[in-house]
């Protein structure tokens, strides 16, 4: 079967980045959201993008916003919907919001359209039935896009075998490595690994036998990586990584998270607030003399 | 305290770097060995890395060579801890055998000796009593001096606080990233944080959740980096990671303990033995193509 028409349920910051790299590689892209200034801030996040891949890859600026220009930006479902190949849903990571979504989308999609969702924690298999089509419904999780490359594609137990090879082809045309999650998992393959060591990390911290600076420069100097676990936290949200840690039973998780609860409660949620574990736009790890 | 004269006990691997480190950092050394041949090799070993030094970095041949020149290679105790500011120990990593080397250097050290060890999970205040002087006792634990420029001032209960400060200063003497590790702590604060995300993989792929390469490509291609966690297995050793996984207690640790010891038992060490998870020299994550 081949893709043509791509369509990406939710305008957020993941589902604008799906959408553009889908137009940049060629697909005919309609994105979807119910909130319609959610799609003018999606058109905007998409420009800036372009802008700042002009400058950072080869990307021609003029070819870039082109591409923006074909997207079909839209509040309406069947047309969302219509002639789609494959739909990648981003939608609110709340598992009633993805059930209303996939139940209305599972009854207007055209037969063919194969079904997809880009749920960071939750498992494709909590979606499928409601979607009416569990054979043609599979994970497919993109983490960034344009910095981290790697697209997840992770089938639940009903999925058709035939759908994989597809989606693989499929991640490939956008520029992404795919690595199969071959059993449902609620952190991929990546996600597992990396809330691994920032639990370490966490625990190095709330045992008090590290400081979270040399706790960031022993991971940082060791891998010659730009952040350490700290750093990385930062960027990923303290409240993301609170949700995360506190569904963890064990007492060093326990710990941590209520750690970041006392961060989240102060209203330093990371990077995305100006302070976390550090104070943006400058951060201490980012200063020159950091690793001397 | 001003550290002049540092004397380096075992010729291994780490010994061998740290005490080159030392001589190109401009303090006299000594490096003693019980096994003579042991230091033949150590000479070799600085030789090599001094050739490699002046490709890769700024380093020039001779004035490497001349500081190799100056160091003095001895398998006689008295002769070797002559005059010593500071002791860094890196013999086997064996409890009785780093006792012995102790209770020795304890007797034959001048009083003004600082003493140190290097161990990797084994903790200062197992030799600080039997060395004589434990509140000159530390561990100060270098990574791999060259590349992984880290290196952690681990203090034991007994440990004079004022050492840190000393340490601390030797350590960036020695172009390292010094790092405090507050409390006992086998893994220090990186190999903590590296056995935790390193037991992550070991899980996806005991479970089957991920391929060896999948999981790999996962960690390559978020974070950047030259290699994921079996690549960095094959480096460290199928055997050391062993002996370490196996002493965790849960369940996935102790089975990707015996999924390591069936690679061990086929020979497969990793890089040293030309096969681990990949094959050596050259491994299939090198390949131009591995993330297409």
Same mark, same amino acid.
């Given at each position: 079967?081949?893709?043509?028409?791509?369509?990406?349920?939710?305008?957020?910051?993941?589902?604008?980045?799906?959408?553009?790299?889908?137009?940049?590689?060629?697909?005919?892209? &309609?994105?979807?959201?119910?909130?319609?200034?959610?799609?003018?801030?999606? &058109?905007?996040?998409?420009?800036?993008?372009?802008? $700042?891949?002009?400058?950072?890859?080869?990307?021609?600026?003029?070819? +870039?916003?082109?591409?923006?220009?074909?997207?079909?930006?839209?509040?309406?479902?069947?047309?969302?919907?219509?002639?789609?190949?494959?739909?990648?849903?981003?939608?609110?990571?709340?598992?009633?919001?993805?059930?209303?979504?996939? *139940?209305?989308?599972?009854? /207007?999609?055209?037969?063919?359209?194969?079904?997809?969702?880009?749920?960071?924690?939750?498992?494709?298999?909590?979606?499928?039935?409601?979607?009416?089509?569990?054979?043609?419904?599979?994970?497919?999780?993109?983490?960034?896009? %344009? !910095?981290?490359?790697?697209?997840? /594609? =992770?089938? $639940?137990?009903?999925?058709?075998?035939?759908?994989?090879?597809?989606?693989?082809?499929?991640?490939?045309?956008?520029?992404?490595?795919?690595?199969?999650?071959?059993?449902?998992?609620?952190?991929?393959?990546?996600?597992?690994?990396?809330?691994?060591?920032?639990?370490?990390?966490?625990?190095?911290?709330?045992? *008090?036998? +590290?400081?979270?600076?040399?706790?960031?420069?022993?991971? =940082?100097?060791? %891998? $010659? =990586?730009?952040?350490?676990?700290?750093?990385?936290?930062?960027?990923?949200?303290?409240?993301?990584?609170? $949700?995360?840690?506190?569904?963890?039973?064990?007492?060093?998780?326990?710990? %941590?998270?209520?750690?970041?609860?006392?961060?989240?409660?102060?209203?330093?949620?990371?990077?995305?607030?100006?302070?976390?574990? !550090?104070?943006?736009?400058?951060? &201490? !790890? &980012?200063?020159?003399?950091?690793?001397?």
């Amino acid at each position: 079967m081949k893709i043509n028409n791509v369509c990406i349920l939710g305008a957020g910051t993941l589902g604008s980045r799906v959408a553009l790299q889908s137009a940049l590689s060629g697909y005919k892209v &309609r994105i979807y959201d119910i909130d319609p200034t959610a799609l003018e801030r999606s &058109r905007k996040t998409m420009e800036k993008i372009i802008l $700042h891949l002009a400058k950072s890859s080869g990307l021609e600026e003029s070819a +870039g916003l082109n591409a923006i220009d074909l997207i079909t930006f839209t509040d309406n479902a069947t047309n969302a919907v219509m002639d789609a190949d494959i739909i990648n849903e981003s939608v609110l990571e709340d598992i009633e919001v993805k059930n209303q979504v996939w *139940e209305l989308f599972g009854k /207007i999609a055209p037969e063919k359209t194969i079904f997809t969702t880009n749920t960071s924690y939750l498992l494709p298999s909590m979606f499928a039935d409601i979607s009416g089509r569990p054979e043609k419904f599979c994970a497919l999780h993109f983490h960034d896009v %344009f !910095y981290s490359k790697v697209v997840d /594609i =992770m089938p $639940h137990p009903g999925t058709d075998a035939n759908l994989i090879p597809i989606l693989d082809s499929f991640g490939k045309s956008l520029e992404q490595v795919p690595v199969l999650v071959k059993k449902e998992n609620p952190g991929y393959l990546f996600n597992s690994m990396l809330m691994a060591f920032i639990g370490a990390a966490g625990k190095l911290l709330t045992k *008090e036998i +590290g400081s979270i600076e040399d706790i960031d420069k022993s991971w =940082m100097v060791n %891998f $010659h =990586m730009p952040k350490g676990p700290f750093g990385i936290l930062d960027n990923i949200g303290l409240d993301t990584a609170w $949700h995360v840690t506190k569904s963890q039973p064990d007492l060093a998780s326990q710990r %941590f998270a209520a750690l970041l609860k006392s961060y989240i409660d102060e209203g330093k949620l990371g990077e995305k607030t100006g302070e976390g574990f !550090y104070k943006y736009p400058k951060p &201490r !790890y &980012r200063d020159e003399d950091f690793l001397e």
